[in-house]
């Protein structure tokens, strides 16, 4: 197949979506003729003849999405004929005004996460199917007790602490501030931020004041973070919108979380997004309702619990996601 991907292809890969479009590139690469196509030099005159001189069978935008996005592919599909277009709903937001033009913009197929996008683009008359994201597990791995030692060592972690991770943008939105009640007796708390997504320093001022440990420069080896830790939190808690509709600062299926899973280690999560849609609470997995139950679930996990959330993660590597998502582009083509 002859695939043009929109994403992001500049900067560090620090950022969920630009590491979705990266992983969807290198996988479908491997077997198909790929054009990435980078979003923020898609108006650039040279952008728009390099998919009209590929000659794709199938357009797909992967930020977002919002209703520039809609419009921007519909414009692609008239500016190069006899394609599929497809659209990735990892994170969306529209307005009332902007959800009533959808239906003129919409796309071929709208790759979703979570029930409740996939039943909003449904009401809206947009054809759905569900793709979750992925994770290297190859890159993200469990290790001894040994080997975690050496990392908290080389990182200038104490040993002896009990290492709370959280892996994230650095914003109010994202209830991070739950990580000041985390910071307490042998836990440590350690925050890797994004700087790409912007960093709130009132809000970082906060938690180095409680005693976490954040950090917002890029880790091009973060899997060694991920194997200092002992746990991994994720707050965040979907917001709503006037209409009532969840609007979040995160994607709907949190790579952090994935790649947590595939160190094996124990998670304690809000039931955000895609999560309880994928995982069942169990294993390794807690979900958490409110910050009491997050202290609860903490408490828990140091006496000691069982952990199999790596043998759970395997399923969702990205060669078995991009699979999938071959044999949807394929049905779609395949369809009148």
């Known amino acids: 197949m002859k695939i043009c991907l929109i994403g992001e292809y500049s900067g560090n890969l620090d950022e969920g979506m630009r590491n979705i479009a990266f992983y969807f590139a290198e996988e479908l690469s491997k077997l198909h003729e790929v054009l990435r196509l980078d979003v923020?030099?898609?108006?650039?005159?040279?952008?728009?003849?390099?998919?009209?001189?590929?000659?794709?069978?199938?357009?797909?935008?992967?930020?977002?999405?919002?209703?520039?996005?809609?419009?921007?592919?519909?414009?692609?599909?008239?500016?190069?004929?006899?394609?599929?277009?497809?659209?990735s709903a990892m994170r969306p937001y529209f307005c009332f005004l902007s959800a009533r033009l959808i239906p003129f913009f919409k796309p071929n197929l709208m790759l979703t996460q979570s029930y409740e996008t996939e039943m909003m683009l449904k009401n809206l008359g947009c054809q759905t199917e569900f793709l979750p994201c992925g994770v290297d597990v190859k890159r993200f791995i469990p290790v001894t007790t040994k080997t975690k030692g050496k990392f908290k060592e080389k990182y200038g972690v104490n040993k002896g602490k009990f290492v709370i991770l959280h892996v994230g943008s650095i914003k109010k939105g994202r209830n991070i501030q739950l990580l000041e009640k985390l910071q307490q007796g042998s836990n440590q708390v350690v925050i890797v931020g994004a700087k790409s997504t912007g960093v709130d320093q009132e809000r970082r001022q906060q938690l180095e004041k409680s005693g976490c440990l954040v950090w917002t420069n890029y880790f091009e080896r973060i899997e060694e973070i991920y194997a200092?830790?002992?746990?991994?939190?994720?707050?965040?808690?979907?917001?709503?919108?006037?209409?009532?509709?969840?609007?979040?600062?995160?994607?709907?299926?949190?790579?952090?979380?994935?790649?947590?899973?595939?160190?094996?280690?124990?998670?304690?999560?809000?039931?955000?997004?895609?999560?309880?849609?994928?995982?069942?609470?169990?294993?390794?997995?807690?979900?958490?309702?409110?910050?009491?139950?997050?202290?609860?679930?903490?408490?828990?996990?140091?006496?000691?619990?069982?952990?199999?959330?790596?043998?759970?993660?395997?399923?969702?590597?990205?060669?078995?996601?991009?699979?999938?998502?071959?044999?949807?582009?394929?049905?779609?083509?395949?369809?009148p």
């Not at 609860?296 to 699979?323: F, H, T």
Request: glycine share 4%; with cysteine; hydrophobic share 40%.
């Open 40 to 87: 923020k030099k898609i108006f650039l005159r040279d952008s728009w003849k390099r998919p009209k001189n590929f000659d794709p069978q199938i357009i797909h935008y992967v930020p977002g999405p919002t209703i520039k996005s809609f419009v921007l592919l519909k414009i692609l599909s008239l500016y190069c004929r006899n394609i599929r277009t497809v659209m």
């Open 228 to 335: 200092l830790s002992d746990c991994y939190v994720f707050p965040t808690i979907p917001k709503r919108d006037l209409m009532g509709r969840s609007i979040s600062d995160s994607i709907e299926m949190p790579l952090s979380v994935l790649e947590a899973m595939a160190c094996d280690l124990p998670i304690i999560s809000t039931r955000f997004g895609a999560l309880p849609r994928v995982f069942d609470e169990g294993k390794g997995l807690i979900y958490a309702d409110k910050d009491e139950d997050f202290l609860w679930a903490l408490e828990k996990i140091k006496n000691g619990i069982q952990v199999e959330n790596r043998e759970r993660i395997l399923p969702y590597s990205w060669e078995n996601i991009a699979k999938k998502l071959e044999r949807i582009y394929s049905d779609l083509i395949s369809k």
